[in-house]
T-cell receptor, first 110, second 115 residues
Framework: GESVGLHLPTLSVQEGDNSIINCAYS??????FIWYKQESGKGPQFIID?????DKRQGQRVTVLLNKTVKHLSLQIAATQPGDSAVYFC?????????FGPGTRLSVLP | DARVTQTPRDKVTEMGQEVTMRCQPI?????VFWYRQTMMQGLELLAY????????DSGMPKDRFSAEMPDATLATLKIQPSEPRDSAVYFC?????????????FGEGSRLTVL
């Protein structure tokens, strides 16, 4: 049930290492950002969100950083596990609709 | 667990045929989205509804696609006539949003293949 791009950027990390996935967004008016995880054959799953009045937000093993100056968003995953292998999408909205980035494939090596 | 349910999971059809995809959003959610995912274009917004009223369908080819919410438990996406370029995975998502802020819950998708 694979349904994502064959030419996605791929990040390969060793199990137990930290992962950093980056996203450049396009709309300077966007004020809300979300990271989603999509496993093969499934729909995207919410991971964490951040509003534009913040520059950092932490969840369980995940941290999102927002740099509005350069329109950059990152997702940090601590102690990456095999179950983290998936495609990760950032999404932005300025109130009109959600726009998803192209995605990054995270591959966790044993 | 509450979840978004989509049918069919897989559909193979011939060019020119009508295709209807259905979605049962999570009860109580006020916003329902239809997205299309392809290898080339990624996730594209087709249309979304707030409290069953269409708010934005600018991403949808109007000549062949239509989206409706006949009631709060059902959203439909219809393609007539279907074309090979419509082959994709179609996702429905729902959320209890304030504006466009909040978590979206996605279904598992309907994979459409048009021959």
């Amino acid at each position: 049930g694979e349904s994502v791009g064959l030419h996605l950027p791929t990040l390969s990390v060793q199990e137990g290492d930290n992962s950093i996935i980056n996203c450049a967004y396009s709309n300077s008016a966007s004020d809300y950002f979300i990271w989603y995880k999509q496993e093969s054959g499934k729909g995207p799953q919410f991971i964490i969100d951040i509003r534009s009045n913040m520059d950092k937000r932490q969840g369980q093993r995940v941290t999102v950083l927002l740099n509005k100056t350069v329109k950059h968003l990152s997702l940090q995953i601590a102690a990456t596990q095999p179950g983290d292998s998936a495609v990760y999408f950032c999404a932005e909205t300025g109130g009109q609709n959600f726009v998803f980035g192209p995605g990054t494939r995270l591959s966790v090596l044993p | 667990d509450a979840r978004v349910t989509q049918t069919p999971r897989d559909k193979v059809t011939e060019m020119g045929q009508e295709v209807t995809m259905r979605c049962q959003p999570i009860l109580g959610h006020n916003t329902v989205f239809w997205y299309r995912q392809t290898m080339m274009q990624g996730l594209e917004l087709l249309a979304y509804f707030r409290n069953r009223a269409p708010l934005d369908d600018s991403g949808m080819p109007k000549d062949r696609f239509s989206a409706e919410m006949p009631d709060a438990t059902l959203a439909t996406l219809k393609i007539q006539p279907s074309e090979p370029r419509d082959s994709a995975v179609y996702f429905c998502a729902s959320g209890d949003l304030v504006g466009l802020t909040g978590e979206l819950f996605f279904g598992e998708g309907s994979r459409l293949t048009v021959l």
